[in-house]
Antibody, heavy 118, light 108 residues
Protein backbone atom coordinates (compact mmCIF):
# COMPACT_ATOMS: atom_id res chain seq x y z
CA UNK A 1 0.00 0.00 0.00
CA UNK A 2 1.29 3.45 -0.92
CA UNK A 3 1.66 5.79 2.05
CA UNK A 4 3.22 9.20 2.56
CA UNK A 5 3.43 10.28 6.19
CA UNK A 6 4.67 13.74 7.11
CA UNK A 7 6.05 14.74 10.47
CA UNK A 8 8.08 17.52 12.05
CA UNK A 9 5.62 20.38 12.06
CA UNK A 10 4.93 22.55 15.05
CA UNK A 11 5.11 26.03 16.53
CA UNK A 12 8.33 27.90 15.81
CA UNK A 13 9.42 31.49 16.36
CA UNK A 14 10.18 33.78 13.44
CA UNK A 15 13.76 33.28 12.30
CA UNK A 16 13.81 29.71 13.53
CA UNK A 17 14.40 26.44 11.69
CA UNK A 18 12.42 23.26 11.28
CA UNK A 19 12.89 20.05 9.32
CA UNK A 20 9.91 18.25 7.90
CA UNK A 21 10.03 14.57 7.03
CA UNK A 22 7.90 12.50 4.71
CA UNK A 23 8.25 8.78 5.25
CA UNK A 24 7.21 6.82 2.20
CA UNK A 25 6.14 3.21 1.79
CA UNK A 26 4.90 1.37 -1.27
CA UNK A 27 7.24 3.00 -3.79
CA UNK A 28 10.83 4.25 -4.01
CA UNK A 29 11.36 7.95 -3.35
CA UNK A 30 14.55 8.13 -5.40
CA UNK A 31 12.80 6.77 -8.52
CA UNK A 32 10.14 9.48 -8.48
CA UNK A 33 9.80 13.23 -8.67
CA UNK A 34 8.79 14.30 -5.16
CA UNK A 35 7.39 17.66 -4.09
CA UNK A 36 6.33 19.81 -1.20
CA UNK A 37 3.13 21.85 -1.50
CA UNK A 38 1.77 24.09 1.22
CA UNK A 39 -1.58 25.57 2.15
CA UNK A 40 -1.92 28.57 4.44
CA UNK A 41 -4.92 28.43 6.78
CA UNK A 42 -8.11 28.96 4.81
CA UNK A 43 -6.17 29.58 1.59
CA UNK A 44 -5.31 27.78 -1.62
CA UNK A 45 -2.42 25.53 -2.59
CA UNK A 46 1.12 26.76 -3.27
CA UNK A 47 3.96 24.77 -4.79
CA UNK A 48 7.09 24.95 -2.64
CA UNK A 49 9.77 22.65 -4.03
CA UNK A 50 10.50 19.58 -6.12
CA UNK A 51 13.33 17.07 -6.30
CA UNK A 52 13.70 15.07 -9.48
CA UNK A 53 14.70 11.43 -9.58
CA UNK A 54 18.06 12.52 -10.94
CA UNK A 55 18.58 14.78 -7.93
CA UNK A 56 17.92 18.22 -9.41
CA UNK A 57 16.02 20.54 -7.10
CA UNK A 58 13.82 23.57 -7.68
CA UNK A 59 12.14 26.08 -5.40
CA UNK A 60 9.45 28.71 -5.40
CA UNK A 61 10.88 32.21 -5.26
CA UNK A 62 9.20 32.73 -1.89
CA UNK A 63 11.39 30.06 -0.25
CA UNK A 64 14.52 30.06 -2.39
CA UNK A 65 17.65 30.39 -0.29
CA UNK A 66 15.79 29.49 2.90
CA UNK A 67 14.37 26.00 2.25
CA UNK A 68 16.21 22.88 1.11
CA UNK A 69 14.59 19.73 -0.23
CA UNK A 70 16.46 16.44 0.08
CA UNK A 71 15.94 12.71 0.39
CA UNK A 72 17.50 9.79 2.20
CA UNK A 73 17.38 6.79 -0.09
CA UNK A 74 18.25 4.34 2.69
CA UNK A 75 15.24 5.53 4.70
CA UNK A 76 13.01 6.14 1.67
CA UNK A 77 12.21 9.53 3.16
CA UNK A 78 11.82 13.03 1.77
CA UNK A 79 12.81 16.10 3.76
CA UNK A 80 12.27 19.83 3.77
CA UNK A 81 14.74 21.87 5.79
CA UNK A 82 13.22 25.25 6.53
CA UNK A 83 15.42 28.07 7.82
CA UNK A 84 14.80 31.75 8.55
CA UNK A 85 11.12 31.06 8.95
CA UNK A 86 8.62 33.89 8.58
CA UNK A 87 5.02 34.35 9.64
CA UNK A 88 3.97 33.94 6.01
CA UNK A 89 5.42 30.40 6.00
CA UNK A 90 2.62 29.33 8.34
CA UNK A 91 0.78 26.57 6.51
CA UNK A 92 0.01 22.90 6.28
CA UNK A 93 2.86 21.31 4.35
CA UNK A 94 2.05 18.33 2.16
CA UNK A 95 4.54 16.03 0.56
CA UNK A 96 3.42 14.70 -2.80
CA UNK A 97 4.46 12.12 -5.34
CA UNK A 98 4.55 13.49 -8.85
CA UNK A 99 2.99 11.57 -11.66
CA UNK A 100 5.20 9.93 -14.31
CA UNK A 101 8.03 12.49 -14.07
CA UNK A 102 5.52 15.23 -14.62
CA UNK A 103 4.18 18.13 -12.63
CA UNK A 104 0.90 16.73 -11.42
CA UNK A 105 0.56 15.00 -8.08
CA UNK A 106 -0.70 11.42 -7.99
CA UNK A 107 -0.50 10.98 -4.24
CA UNK A 108 -0.35 13.17 -1.18
CA UNK A 109 0.50 12.85 2.48
CA UNK A 110 -1.92 13.98 5.16
CA UNK A 111 0.06 17.16 5.82
CA UNK A 112 1.84 18.65 8.81
CA UNK A 113 1.08 22.08 10.25
CA UNK A 114 3.85 24.63 10.65
CA UNK A 115 3.00 27.72 12.66
CA UNK A 116 5.49 30.56 12.74
CA UNK A 117 4.66 32.93 15.55
CA UNK A 118 6.22 34.61 18.54
CA UNK B 1 4.22 33.20 -13.81
CA UNK B 2 1.03 31.67 -15.18
CA UNK B 3 -1.95 32.90 -13.17
CA UNK B 4 -4.95 30.58 -13.04
CA UNK B 5 -8.38 32.09 -12.39
CA UNK B 6 -11.18 29.75 -11.37
CA UNK B 7 -14.84 30.57 -11.70
CA UNK B 8 -17.21 30.68 -10.09
CA UNK B 9 -15.76 30.93 -6.60
CA UNK B 10 -18.77 29.07 -5.24
CA UNK B 11 -21.24 26.82 -7.03
CA UNK B 12 -24.46 25.98 -5.20
CA UNK B 13 -26.12 22.93 -6.65
CA UNK B 14 -28.29 20.00 -5.67
CA UNK B 15 -27.34 16.32 -5.87
CA UNK B 16 -28.04 15.01 -9.35
CA UNK B 17 -27.33 18.34 -11.04
CA UNK B 18 -24.51 19.05 -13.46
CA UNK B 19 -21.51 21.06 -12.30
CA UNK B 20 -19.32 23.05 -14.68
CA UNK B 21 -16.13 24.54 -13.25
CA UNK B 22 -13.88 26.85 -15.25
CA UNK B 23 -10.15 27.54 -15.08
CA UNK B 24 -8.65 30.35 -17.13
CA UNK B 25 -4.92 30.82 -17.63
CA UNK B 26 -3.09 34.12 -18.10
CA UNK B 27 -1.03 32.50 -20.85
CA UNK B 28 -1.39 29.40 -22.95
CA UNK B 29 -0.79 26.17 -21.06
CA UNK B 30 1.22 24.03 -23.45
CA UNK B 31 0.66 20.33 -23.97
CA UNK B 32 -2.58 20.60 -21.98
CA UNK B 33 -0.48 20.43 -18.82
CA UNK B 34 -3.38 21.00 -16.49
CA UNK B 35 -4.69 18.99 -13.55
CA UNK B 36 -7.72 19.17 -11.28
CA UNK B 37 -7.82 18.24 -7.59
CA UNK B 38 -10.64 17.73 -5.13
CA UNK B 39 -10.16 18.71 -1.50
CA UNK B 40 -12.47 18.09 1.43
CA UNK B 41 -12.11 19.88 4.77
CA UNK B 42 -9.14 18.73 6.81
CA UNK B 43 -7.91 16.36 4.11
CA UNK B 44 -5.20 16.38 1.48
CA UNK B 45 -6.10 17.13 -2.11
CA UNK B 46 -6.97 14.20 -4.35
CA UNK B 47 -6.08 14.07 -8.03
CA UNK B 48 -9.15 14.03 -10.28
CA UNK B 49 -7.88 14.87 -13.78
CA UNK B 50 -4.40 15.19 -15.32
CA UNK B 51 -3.24 16.27 -18.77
CA UNK B 52 -6.50 18.22 -19.03
CA UNK B 53 -8.73 15.25 -19.76
CA UNK B 54 -7.34 12.04 -18.25
CA UNK B 55 -9.19 10.72 -15.23
CA UNK B 56 -7.03 9.60 -12.35
CA UNK B 57 -7.21 6.06 -11.06
CA UNK B 58 -10.42 5.41 -9.16
CA UNK B 59 -12.18 8.57 -10.31
CA UNK B 60 -15.73 7.82 -11.54
CA UNK B 61 -16.66 8.61 -15.12
CA UNK B 62 -19.09 11.35 -14.11
CA UNK B 63 -15.96 13.52 -13.87
CA UNK B 64 -14.57 14.81 -17.15
CA UNK B 65 -12.01 17.42 -18.10
CA UNK B 66 -11.68 19.39 -21.29
CA UNK B 67 -10.02 22.42 -22.78
CA UNK B 68 -6.72 23.63 -24.13
CA UNK B 69 -4.70 26.80 -24.43
CA UNK B 70 -6.08 29.21 -21.83
CA UNK B 71 -9.52 27.76 -21.09
CA UNK B 72 -10.18 24.55 -19.23
CA UNK B 73 -13.29 22.97 -17.75
CA UNK B 74 -14.06 20.31 -15.18
CA UNK B 75 -17.52 18.83 -15.53
CA UNK B 76 -19.30 16.63 -13.03
CA UNK B 77 -22.24 15.20 -14.93
CA UNK B 78 -24.44 14.32 -11.98
CA UNK B 79 -23.40 15.39 -8.52
CA UNK B 80 -23.22 12.76 -5.84
CA UNK B 81 -23.18 13.72 -2.13
CA UNK B 82 -19.47 12.88 -1.91
CA UNK B 83 -18.62 15.34 -4.71
CA UNK B 84 -19.30 18.44 -2.64
CA UNK B 85 -15.83 19.85 -1.99
CA UNK B 86 -13.35 22.47 -3.18
CA UNK B 87 -11.76 21.92 -6.58
CA UNK B 88 -8.42 23.36 -7.65
CA UNK B 89 -6.86 23.51 -11.09
CA UNK B 90 -3.06 23.42 -11.49
CA UNK B 91 -0.77 24.06 -14.44
CA UNK B 92 2.55 22.31 -14.78
CA UNK B 93 3.64 23.57 -18.18
CA UNK B 94 5.86 26.35 -16.85
CA UNK B 95 7.73 27.10 -13.66
CA UNK B 96 6.64 28.04 -11.13
CA UNK B 97 3.85 25.50 -11.03
CA UNK B 98 0.70 27.35 -10.05
CA UNK B 99 -2.76 26.60 -8.72
CA UNK B 100 -6.04 28.38 -9.15
CA UNK B 101 -7.84 29.88 -6.18
CA UNK B 102 -10.41 27.10 -6.06
CA UNK B 103 -14.12 26.59 -6.66
CA UNK B 104 -16.26 25.43 -3.78
CA UNK B 105 -19.10 23.16 -4.83
CA UNK B 106 -21.68 23.34 -2.07
CA UNK B 107 -25.06 21.78 -1.50
CA UNK B 108 -27.92 24.11 -2.39
Amino acid sequence: EVQLVESGGGLIQPGGSLRLSCAVSGFTVSSNYMSWVRQAPGKGLEWVSVIYSGGSTYYADSVKGRFTISRDNSKNTLYLQMNSLRAEDTAVYFCARNGYSSGWYRGWGQGTLVTVSS
Amino acid sequence: ETVLTQSPATLSLSPGERATLSCGASQSVSSSSLAWYQQKPGLAPRLVIYDASNRATGIPDRFSGSGSGTDFTLTISRLEPEDFAVYYCQQYATSPLTFGGGTKVEIK
